[in-house]
């Protein structure tokens, strides 16, 4: 009997010592810059008793299928518009958390050295997702390029030019394989993680960009029922801490922006 006490006694210490230890988050985050910010704030949270784990995708959709299935707790890659148009799509009711960056979109060639010198009939890959198709377009009309029916159209495809001018042709693929088809086309618009991933330098590369004034931020997105939870809160104060801030501005050199 004394064994018996004495083995529940164990076993109960042993639970709340586990209990103690903090609790584990499972985050998606795309390779570049996200996967590389949460990597740093790993030993920060460590400390804040939240046992990290980062799960790399190189999709956009999978991220948020898995948090809205509870396989993950939290996802880090997205902007607002795509969190909205993919919630309305996929009938699903993610939530941001907190906004960390900036990735300033932008068109790159390895055909003409500026947008001037591209030719009538040329062209344009964009992404095929719904926002960040018209995240491009809306991108396109600022630089004179095409016209849109609704210039704030976030979610603008090709179907929603009022004027395309100079007769461009646009080739629609799925975000992850634009830098594949940078030799194939003759303007390609690249979303900067992707751009990072394939050795280009935003800042320096692109023929066109957006602003430090991007609306697009990216964001740390959950669910309903665990975005309050003391666990994403200390993810989020994290994110959003000096030190991220001081590392995007070094490591990223305007390719990507603190948003806070």
Partial sequence: MKKVLLFTALAAALTAGLANAGEKLVVAATPVPHAE?????????????VDLEIKVFTDY??????????????????????????NEGKGTNLVTVIGVHVEPFGGYSK??????????????????????????????????????????NALATPKDIAKNPRNFKFKELESAMLPRVLDQVDLD???????????????KDALIIEGADSPYVNFLVARPDNKDSAAIQKLAKALTSPEVKAFIEKKYSGAVLPAF
């Fill in 37 to 49: 910010i949460l990597e740093l704030i790993k030993p920060a949270l460590a400390k804040e008793g």
């Fill in 61 to 86: 959709v999978q991220p948020n299928v898995q948090v809205d299935q509870k396989r993950l707790d939290a996802n880090y890659f997205q902007t607002l518009p795509y969190l909205k148009s993919f």
């Fill in 111 to 152: 055909k003409v050295k500026s947008l001037a010198e591209l030719k009538d009939g040329a062209t344009i890959a964009i992404p095929n997702e719904g926002s960040n198709s018209g995240r491009a377009l809306i991108l396109l009309q600022k630089a004179g390029l095409i016209e849109l029916k609704d210039p704030k």
């Fill in 189 to 203: 618009m690249i979303n900067t993680n992707y751009a990072l991933e394939a050795g280009l330098n935003p800042a």
